[in-house]
């Protein structure tokens, strides 16, 4: 089966650096996306990793390692509008071509 | 560039009653997908179309929920009759075949079934 495990929720202060992990186990893996959606809104796409690195996008970066079956976001310089929940999804190879399968979020609340 | 329109955002419906929702994709993403969101979780794919065809839906209660995506753009989600579990966020997402083929999500409708 697929698997997609990220930590329920998390805290942190206005200013600060924030890890979200997300650790997954799936068949036929094509891609890792993480999304941010804030409270009755869509998902906004953050960022996309194939290969295993780090990209950068301003204040979020996003770290892919396969072979871990292992991704983080790091969101640095924390603002209170950070406050939202952050979605990491796998693309997979499926029958039908491929599909997203998303995690079930973590819940970051930002504080001053 | 506008992005993913859905319709309506809420919708209140007694349990055994029909509900219909509609998706209008970004202008050239030939993929649509629906998706199911429950509080607390992840969306959950219900349908794909590549253009007018329905190339995933696996995952669709097909005893209750019907789609189509007539002419390759808009597309509708139907429910009839509804049931008490059905209550969820329906997100409507378009993509383009490009190597990423992110996906970008409308606002969703929130159905509330009573």
């Known amino acids: 089966g697929q698997n997609i495990d990220q930590p329920t929720e998390m805290t942190a202060t206005e200013g600060a650096i924030v890890q979200i992990n997300c650790t997954y186990q799936?068949?036929?893996?094509?891609?890792l996306f993480w999304y941010q959606q804030h409270a009755g809104e869509a998902p906004t796409f953050l960022s996309y990793n194939v290969l295993d690195g780090l990209e950068e996008k301003g204040r979020f970066s996003s770290f892919l390692s396969r072979s871990k079956g292992y991704s983080y976001l790091l969101l640095k310089e924390l603002q209170m509008k950070d406050s939202a929940s952050y979605l990491c999804a796998v693309r997979v190879y499926n029958q039908a071509g491929t599909a997203l399968i998303f995690g079930k979020g973590t819940t970051l609340s930002v504080s001053s | 560039e506008a992005g993913v329109v859905q319709s309506p955002r809420y919708k209140i419906i007694e349990k055994k009653q029909p509900v219909a929702f509609w998706c209008n994709p970004i202008s050239g993403h030939n993929t649509l997908y629906w998706y199911r969101q429950n509080l607390g979780q992840g969306p959950e794919l219900l349908i794909r179309y590549e253009n007018e065809e329905a190339v995933d839906d696996s995952q669709l209660p097909k005893d209750r929920f019907s789609a189509e995506r007539l002419k390759g753009v808009d597309s509708t989600l139907k429910i009839q009759p509804a049931e008490l579990g059905d209550s969820a966020v329906y997100l409507c997402a378009s993509s383009q075949r490009t190597r990423a083929e992110t996906q970008y999500f409308g606002p969703g409708t929130r159905l509330l079934v009573l």
């Open positions: 799936t068949s036929g893996f094509n891609g």
